[in-house]
């Protein structure tokens, strides 16, 4: 019994905040966990939370898009809005002018995204 206690207590989540007020939870690897106590030290920001579901880079012309995938639009149901750390990692990779797409499986073309000049409007 005090063996399973000593296990549970060990898996407990530690916490710290970023300088922007979101909470991150550290790694239980300790290289990790050093990694992340010395960035938020720095005032760095991490984000392994809310990052979108595919990085897509094109060779032939250098662009590069980020893209997260919702089922349905409307829904209220989780996972089918954009949950906040998704909202501020967005806005960082806008602000450094790279492309981010929110795709909607129920109404959006998937081509379009991708070729959009082949597609009549």
Known sequence: MRIQRERRKARRS????????????????RAERKLQVAALKSGWEIYYIGLLDFLCYNPKTGETLFIEVKS???????????SRYQKVV???????????????????????????????K
């Not at 530690?14 to 690897?29: C, I, S, T």
């Not at 349905?72 to 954009?82: E, H, I, K």
């Open 90 to 120: 967005a806005g960082i990779l806008e602000k450094k002018s790279i492309k981010v797409v929110f795709f909607r499986a129920d109404k959006d073309n998937p081509y379009k995204i991708f070729n959009p000049q082949n597609l009549e």
């Open 72 to 82: 349905t639009s409307g829904d209220s149901r989780p996972g089918c809005n954009l």
């Open 14 to 29: 530690v916490y710290r905040f970023m300088p922007n007020g979101l909470k991150v939870r550290l790694h239980q690897n």
